[in-house]
């Protein structure tokens, strides 16, 4: 059974806590974590692009030549996708990108990404973001202790007013709750900082 210490804002042990085995210790799972960020990004997709066909651009709808004797080519409309500025056929329209993902699929790259950050010593347990004030340059102060200076996840309980506004400002900083945690952001984050509350939480959530 794994097991990290639990640190201080000071970056001081103040104890350590036993990790389970089945959440934290779980092997890495590629094809689980390419589907569940996957599925994340497809979801953000705006879907809103799209192209005119002919019934939508612009230009008379009269027979340009008759259709005989001419020597040219039978034309209808200008609107033709044949035509510069005419229609497009075929081409993209709004759409909706999301699909629903499988919650065990979900929930099993979840404690891939965790058992991978507990692996590769880039998590961090904190006792509490109980901070003084919202400020800022007191939550840089933090991190700097921590040595995460480049990008740093932070999960706490939501509710937690001060570290949402001290947070904010932060380049490479996101602060997310432990209901929203998702592999995305474990992958695309250097260092992992989560208070014990929300590890006891996601140990409960994510027990097979």
């Given at each position: 059974m794994p097991s990290v210490a639990i640190k201080n804002l000071k970056n001081a042990a103040v104890g350590?806590?036993?990790?389970?085995e089945e959440v934290f210790g779980a092997p890495l799972n590629k094809s689980l974590l390419y589907e569940a960020v996957k599925n994340y990004l497809n979801s953000?997709?705006?879907?809103?692009?799209a192209t005119k066909v002919r019934s939508m651009v612009a230009g008379s709808g009269r027979k340009l030549w008759k259709q005989k004797g001419t020597g040219r080519a039978r034309i209808g409309?200008?609107?033709?996708?044949?035509?510069?500025?005419?229609?497009?056929?075929?081409?993209?329209?709004?759409?909706?990108?999301?699909?629903?993902?499988?919650?065990?699929?979900?929930?099993?790259?979840?404690?891939?990404?965790?058992?991978?950050?507990?692996a590769e010593q880039q998590m961090t347990v904190v006792d509490s973001f109980q901070l003084e004030n919202h400020k800022t340059q007191g939550l840089r102060n933090i991190l700097d202790?921590?040595?995460?200076?480049?990008?740093?996840?932070?999960?706490?309980?939501?509710?937690?007013?001060?570290?949402?506004?001290?947070?904010?400002?932060?380049?490479?900083?996101?602060?997310l709750s432990s209901r929203e945690l998702h592999p995305y952001h474990l992958l695309k984050y250097e260092r992992l900082l989560?208070?014990?509350?929300?590890?006891?939480?996601?140990?409960?959530?994510?027990k097979p």
């Open positions: 350590t806590l036993e990790l389970s953000r997709r705006a879907g809103t692009h409309s200008v609107r033709s996708p044949l035509w510069r500025h005419g229609g497009t056929v075929h081409g993209p329209h709004p759409r909706s990108y999301a699909y629903k993902l499988p919650r065990k699929m979900l929930l099993g790259a979840l404690r891939s990404a965790l058992s991978a950050k507990v202790r921590f040595e995460a200076e480049r990008s740093v996840l932070l999960v706490d309980l939501p509710g937690n007013q001060n570290l949402e506004r001290s947070s904010r400002n932060l380049e490479g900083v996101e602060l989560i208070s014990q509350p929300a590890v006891e939480k996601l140990q409960e959530a994510l």
